[in-house]
């Protein structure tokens, strides 16, 4: 009887002491055309020829948003309630009083949201390039990319990524979106990446390719791989992103997990940006206070991101003890864009 107890006591305890496991192992699905996957598309086509330079003029060419829809909001966040369409003003045609009308309303808070669903192409630059310009000529300092594609041609989403990377961009997959192939160079650039939807790798077809072996093609593949290496270098991602496109067949696709994205550099803020952005706030603002903007960080993330809507009353709480907002950087020190966006109701509400 004593032998049978403390048996039964063990399994107890094991039961008591099991852990789900913390992440699941990295998944390969199958896709189709019918759901709409696009792949990762690599073409041996020079980048358009720039004529005019948008951002010394207001005659802008001609371009439209063919390859997918993009719309134009001036808030931080989507409908609380997923039933609700996202709403915005609809942007197609991207001549320069078309753009500045459907952003004209964001200059009041500072933000504008700009939400993508369709192909990577050059149509995808083009939109990104003029809506960052127009931000800029606007003094709308915070801009957001909503993005849900399946992929597109890889040369593309490294030109749109050159430009998110030197545009200031918080890149977000919704929980409701993908970010597959080829958007996955897209995710790179952001100067923060939020994650809640799917993202996924595959590899890369070759179209217009003359090849007849396995050699010639991998040969072709090379140079376009290298591309793939520099870019992701230089935006703060792991080159392996660019292995697992050349690896994982095409009608597959192998879905990063959240311990993926973090080891890749795809996830959470971008570390060359991360690095960049602390040389030029200690040579603006000096050393201490990039000092106490960590140490407000580390406290954010100790007391706070777990607290969900109650995060943010949290976090400016927390202000005052590493002596925030700074009076000489006002503008640099924490949650200043959601202190000038939580403003902005307030005082609208005392004009009536």
């Given at each position: 009887?004593?032998?049978?107890?403390?048996?039964?006591?063990?399994?107890?305890?094991?039961?008591?002491?099991?852990?789900?496991?913390?992440?699941?192992?990295?998944?390969?699905?199958?896709?189709?055309?019918?759901?709409?996957?696009?792949g990762?598309?690599?073409?041996?086509?020079?980048?358009?020829?720039?004529?005019?330079?948008?951002?010394?003029?207001?005659?802008?060419?001609?371009?439209?948003?063919?390859s997918?829809?993009?719309?134009?909001?001036?808030?931080?966040?989507?409908?609380?309630?997923?039933?609700?369409?996202?709403?915005?003003?609809?942007?197609?045609?991207?001549?320069?009083?078309?753009?500045?009308?459907?952003?004209?309303?964001?200059?009041?808070?500072?933000?504008?949201?700009?939400?993508?669903?369709?192909r990577?192409?050059?149509?995808?630059?083009?939109?990104?390039?003029?809506?960052?310009?127009?931000?800029?000529?606007?003094?709308?300092?915070?801009?957001?990319?909503?993005?849900?594609?399946?992929?597109g041609?890889v040369?593309?989403?490294?030109?749109?990524?050159?430009?998110?990377?030197?545009s200031?961009?918080?890149?977000?997959?919704?929980a409701?979106?993908?970010?597959?192939?080829?958007?996955?160079?897209?995710?790179?650039?952001?100067?923060?990446?939020?994650?809640?939807?799917?993202?996924?790798?595959?590899?890369?077809?070759?179209?217009?390719?003359?090849?007849?072996?396995?050699?010639?093609?991998?040969?072709?593949?090379?140079?376009?791989?290298?591309?793939?290496?520099?870019?992701?270098?230089?935006?703060g991602?792991?080159?392996?992103?660019?292995?697992?496109?050349?690896?994982?067949?095409?009608?597959?696709?192998r879905?990063?997990?959240?311990?993926?994205?973090?080891?890749?550099?795809?996830?959470?803020?971008?570390?060359?940006?991360?690095?960049?952005?602390?040389?030029?706030?200690?040579?603006?603002?000096?050393e201490?206070?990039?000092r106490?903007?960590?140490?407000?960080?580390r406290?954010?993330?100790?007391?706070?991101?777990?607290?969900?809507?109650?995060?943010?009353?949290?976090?400016?709480?927390?202000?005052?003890?590493?002596?925030?907002?700074?009076?000489?950087?006002?503008?640099?020190?924490?949650?200043?864009?959601?202190?000038?966006?939580?403003?902005?109701?307030?005082?609208?509400?005392?004009?009536?």
């Amino acid at each position: 009887m004593h032998a049978l107890r403390v048996f039964l006591f063990t399994l107890f305890l094991v039961a008591c002491n099991a852990q789900e496991p913390a992440e699941k192992p990295a998944a390969v699905v199958q896709t189709s055309a019918s759901e709409g996957d696009f792949g990762a598309v690599s073409a041996p086509t020079p980048p358009p020829k720039r004529k005019v330079d948008i951002r010394k003029t207001t005659y802008w060419p001609s371009a439209e948003v063919t390859s997918g829809s993009a719309t134009i909001s001036c808030d931080i966040e989507p409908p609380v309630d997923r039933t609700i369409d996202d709403g915005g003003v609809a942007l197609t045609d991207l001549e320069y009083f078309n753009v500045s009308d459907a952003m004209f309303p964001c200059r009041e808070n500072g933000v504008i949201r700009l939400r993508y669903k369709g192909r990577i192409a050059g149509d995808l630059t083009t939109l990104i390039e003029r809506v960052a310009n127009m931000s800029t000529r606007m003094g709308i300092p915070r801009r957001i990319l909503d993005i849900d594609s399946s992929g597109g041609q890889v040369e593309d989403a490294i030109r749109a990524g050159d430009v998110i990377a030197e545009s200031n961009w918080t890149i977000r997959v919704r929980a409701n979106a993908a970010c597959h192939s080829a958007c996955v160079l897209i995710l790179a650039a952001g100067d923060d990446r939020q994650i809640e939807g799917r993202v996924g790798i595959h590899r890369i077809i070759r179209i217009q390719s003359a090849a007849t072996s396995r050699a010639e093609l991998s040969r072709e593949l090379r140079d376009v791989h290298t591309q793939m290496e520099d870019y992701l270098q230089r935006n703060g991602a792991a080159v392996a992103v660019a292995d697992l496109m050349m690896t994982v067949p095409n009608r597959g696709l192998r879905l990063l997990t959240e311990v993926e994205l973090d080891a890749y550099g795809l996830n959470g803020a971008n570390a060359v940006q991360d690095d960049l952005e602390r040389i030029r706030l200690a040579r603006k603002c000096g050393e201490d206070f990039v000092r106490r903007k960590d140490a407000f960080a580390r406290a954010f993330d100790r007391e706070c991101t777990q607290r969900d809507e109650a995060g943010d009353a949290c976090g400016f709480a927390l202000l005052p003890r590493f002596g925030f907002p700074d009076k000489k950087c006002k503008a640099e020190s924490p949650l200043a864009d959601y202190q000038v966006a939580a403003a902005v109701p307030a005082k609208d509400s005392s004009k009536r």
